[in-house]
């Protein structure tokens, strides 16, 4: 365990926040994941130079796992799938044998995040900057909300200011039939429960919620300041004695947080330990309480939950996000594709993929305190978590066969398919093996890697070099101005960046 630092001197009050009777905003949720780019920029069709003048994103590489339980540091990177060698190479297994003994093996993504830069460079070809697609965004909060109000307003979508004052159901509790606000009663044919922890309507139907067997409750939320020469690409976290704490830099200040186990530690000692592990002054610490669970069906009858009205783990690797898009595009395209009809077999389909896409979730979470090391009571619990069956397997088969080439379902000697919905496994045996997780595949069998191997693999990491080098600083993209024109391209970045690799 990380050692702390001396209590610091300051004390200030903290707002709370809890998870189903605050009237107060949720002021996280700044880091997201991949997959909110092409939402933004393709589904939703906004433009990528005026989302960047407007907005002043962070771009997120990876998640920067700088002291997890004690191991040397890692990035769990967006473009981690860039390691493997070719699934023709006939001396992949040189490759995957010195990935697995040096885990020297950097990726694009990665290199930008060390260099702390934007993943931006000119191409005279474009007359564009170009930008490498495999980041996400950390997002100021107040810059995005108040450009999708203005986005809203152009697209001619009504923003409506109310506040719901009672949920009515039908006699079985299977049905909304009115919502009623301090102005008005809305009725209509479906409903979407965005309501957050509060769950206004879905709280309100016969629906059942599952709980995740995770102590983590409680999250510290503070903010500090930080000039743009010392932004982060990444979401920092390192463990503490009771949780982990995060670090999230946007444009405007420093996003920090540590989420404990409420069972195991005080608040007031949660705090303590929060203010010792950080050198700069916490301004506006706020708690947040929440629950580690999901509603087995999303979708009952007329209503459908989303966000943290459906379903919460905890705040680790941003997967509520990564969910809550996914979930929401599915939606949309399920019921767009049946003639928005509502009926009971579509929603059995959307509930299904609901309860495989959580339980996916809940995999990738477990596995990184299944490996997790601390002998006081809090580790010792949240290790000590259950893990599923397909997780089991998993395990098993990277000890029998180490690396996979394909991120292919495994199949049970009774059939069943055992497939990471929303995670590839890649990241699942990334996790693992920085946590110390070892193969018996490898172990056992003595296999050489040739100088060959060892510099093609110099030289591609020469290559990620090359291209971070060639990246704009943040001061050069928000202070300089530069930036007029903006494009996704992944090829032609590689082009503009670094036109001279081998």
Known sequence: MRASSPRSPFRRRIRTSRSRSSTTSTN???????????????????????????VK????????????????????????????????????????????DTQAMSTPAEGIVEQRKAPL??????????????????????????????????????????RITDVRTNADDTRIEQVSSQSTTYRSDLYVDATGFKRLLMGKLEAAYESFDIPLD????????????????????????????????????RDLGYVFASEYVSEAEALAEFEAHREEELRDVERYQFDSGFYEDAWVGN????????????????????????????????LASHGRINNVGIRDSFNRYIRGTWNSVYDFISVHYAFADGDDAFWEAIQSIPLSDRVEQYIEYYDRNGI????????????TELSMLTFPTSSLYLIMRNMGATSSFYETHDFTVSEEIKERWRQRNAFVERLADECLTYEE?????????YIRNERAFAQAAAPNRQ
């Open 121 to 162: 460079v000119y191409s005279p070809a474009k007359n564009s900057y170009v930008g490498y697609s495999n980041m996400a965004y950390h997002l100021s909060i107040d810059r995005f909300n108040d450009f999708l109000r203005t986005l809203c307003r152009e697209r001619d979508i009504a923003l409506v200011d109310d």
């Open 404 to 415: 996979e080439l394909y991120d292919s379902e495994l199949v049970t000697e009774e059939g």
């Open 303 to 334: 209503c459908v939950a989303t966000g943290n009205a459906l379903g919460f783990i905890e705040p680790l690797q941003s997967t509520a996000l990564t969910t809550h898009l996914s979930n929401s595009i599915r939606f949309s395209h399920l």
């Open 57 to 100: 994103p962070v771009w997120k590489g990876s998640v920067y796992f700088r002291d997890w339980c004690g191991n040397e540091p890692f990035h769990y990177a967006f473009d981690i799938r860039s390691v493997k060698p070719d699934v023709g190479d006939p001396r992949s297994v040189e490759s995957l044998y010195h990935y697995y």
């Open 477 to 485: 993209v928000y202070k300089s101005g530069l930036v007029e024109s």
């Open 28 to 54: 996280v949720g700044k880091s997201t994941y991949q997959a909110i780019v092409p939402l933004l920029h393709s589904v939703l069709g906004i433009d990528e130079g005026r989302f960047l003048r407007e």
């Open 218 to 253: 409680t999250a510290l939320h503070a903010t500090a300041d930080l000039s743009i020469e010392e932004i982060v690409p990444a979401t920092v976290v390192e463990t503490g004695e009771y949780g982990w704490f995060w670090q999230i830099d946007t444009f405007d200040d």
